[in-house]
């Protein structure tokens, strides 16, 4: 069914519509978006095998675990191992 507009939602999404439709056309692959608290986290592809996640920060900024690498001074391993737990995450929650 349709978003209610006037649902806090709603108001999520818009505020971050831009950077949605921009990473939207960049891709081919499924998106889905999840709504969170104070985040929006956009799950690319299809889950277990081909998936990732990025995230949109300070409303226009996508983020994923290759720029935490960069600017954070992550190790690819720690960065797998995040990976790994939100995907076992997003498994487990798909059937809730």
């Known amino acids: 069914p349709p978003l209610d507009?006037?649902?806090p939602a709603a108001k999520q999404l818009d505020s971050v519509r831009p950077p949605l439709e921009k990473l939207a056309h960049e891709t081919k692959d499924p998106?889905?978006?999840v709504l969170a608290e104070?985040?929006?986290y956009i799950f690319v592809g299809k889950h277990p095998k081909k998936f990732g996640i990025v995230w949109i920060e300070d409303g226009d900024k996508?983020?994923?675990f290759k720029i935490l690498v960069?600017?954070?001074g992550l190790s690819p391993t720690r960065i797998q191992h995040l990976s790994e737990?939100?995907?076992k995450?997003?498994?487990t929650h798909q059937d809730q």
């Open 31 to 33: 998106l889905e978006i």
């Open 70 to 72: 960069d600017e954070k």
């Open 89 to 91: 995450a997003y498994i």
């Open 5 to 7: 507009s006037s649902a």
């Open 85 to 87: 737990e939100l995907k």
């Open 38 to 40: 104070n985040s929006v």
């Open 62 to 64: 996508i983020v994923n």
